[in-house]
């Protein structure tokens, strides 16, 4: 049993508290004041530094430079910002900007207050390749773009300047290609960053025809039907449970998921796989719908694919055997939460069971470490004495070669997958034959294993990585590229359109 599958069930605990505040109309109490805002930024900053010294390992990794540097320079720059927050947007704000530049998606901020309302300035924009258009319009207000309309520039900066400058310090990761395309969204989306402010005027191309607009921004209209363009905008909707045949010999599963809340889902879906397997591997095309799959527990990853293709083909698949390990911040908190949820453990799993003795282990390794001063606990399969290997460089080590079994499979991507559904790729990809289709996956940091702090204000809460990987197959935001991309609107019905032309035509 890996580390992620043990641990997930149990984080899943731990993330109620957060879920908790979207049943609070209100949340926390908020400052009332500026200096009010900026004293509850300058605390909880310090204490969000706090944390990331003593309860992850960015600040003490000599592996990671680019961290160690981030920690201190990201620091400098949140300060400077803290100085001039005034109001709830600029408190949010200077210290989201400090947690997106570590650039690991398991190192996170949440608000655990209710933010402003969003908003737009009457009309959503989508990726085109490189450029931005616009994909959707508040048809009642003619000062807006025409729909296919590209952006040239806004306020004298190129769609690309500007989201360098006034979104990725902030919000999503230019090195993910799901993020790039999620920017050309939420270029027109106000959030009420006063450190990265919306466009105010943008110059487009309606047809060959320039126009200048300034554009009005007003809160997002009530309802669904904005977000729904949102989504289909940016990156679609995920794939929803479910096993269906599109036509004849073509089997579509669906799995949006790998997290334990949905552990009765995926094993229906896992029993339903079976009960068809020889069929499917019998016809024409398998596709495996992992849209808005952003991971979960790994070992659902291996028991679909042991589904899909049998024990014999998924045990004889090499793997990665690099010699790694797994360092643990050694932190009387990180310990103290490993106690506080193996009760928990004990109850899903069992006393005597190995998910348990794993966390008994670990508690006791890191308690070791502290006693001994050590800021690390490396944790090795037993007897394990080789050098660690470098990380990186296992999505280049796909096979070629025929297909195990007659039908073609196709893993189709629209940019979240990730974590876990990262694991169920490093097992499909490495299937011959098997191709990924739609977008790059995304990509995980070398940190891994999150614990949630909430900051002193209790307006935010931080997410905080444990741990940290040695001798990984995936380096950092390592991702599997596609072999057929996909370029139009991610809307499902276009989607599965276009899969259906590439099975046809393959």
Known sequence: ???????????ACASAAGAAFAQDQQGPAQPQTPEAWRVAAETDLEALRAHLLNDTPVALDSENRAMQRWYERGYREARNRVRRVNDQ???FYALLGYT???????????????????????????ADGDNVV???????????????????????????????????????????????????????MDRHNPFGPAPRRCVFDENGTRRTITLTWREVPEGNDYWDQYSRASLGPGAPFDITTPAEGVTWIGVPTLDNGSGEQLQALIDSIGANAPAMRAGRAIVIDVRGNGGGSSEWGVRIARAVWGDDIIDALPGDDRPGAVDWRASAGNRDYIAEFTPELARQFGEDSEAVEWAHRAHDGIDAAITRGDAFWRDRDPGDAAPIAASGGYTQQRPTGPSPIPARVYVLSNGVCASACLDMADIMLHIPGVQLIGADTSGDGLLMEIRSATLPSGLVQVGLPMKVYRGRGRGALESYHADVAYHGVWSDEAVRAWVMELVQAQ
């Open 1 to 11: 049993m890996t580390l992620r599958t043990i641990i997930v069930a149990a984080l």
């Open 134 to 188: 616009v994909f959707y319009r508040d048809e009642a207000d003619a000062n807006t773009p025409a729909i296919g309309a590209r952006v040239i520039s806004c306020d004298g900066r190129s769609p690309a300047a500007f989201r360098d400058r006034n979104i990725y310090p902030f919000t999503l990761n230019p090195g993910l290609a799901g993020d790039r395309r999620r920017s050309a969204t939420r270029l027109f």
């Open 100 to 126: 997106n530049g570590f650039h690991d998606p398991h190192l996170s901020l949440s608000a655990q207050m209710r933010l402003a309302p969003a908003s737009w300035p009457g009309f959503i924009t989508t």
């Open 89 to 91: 947007g600029s408190y």
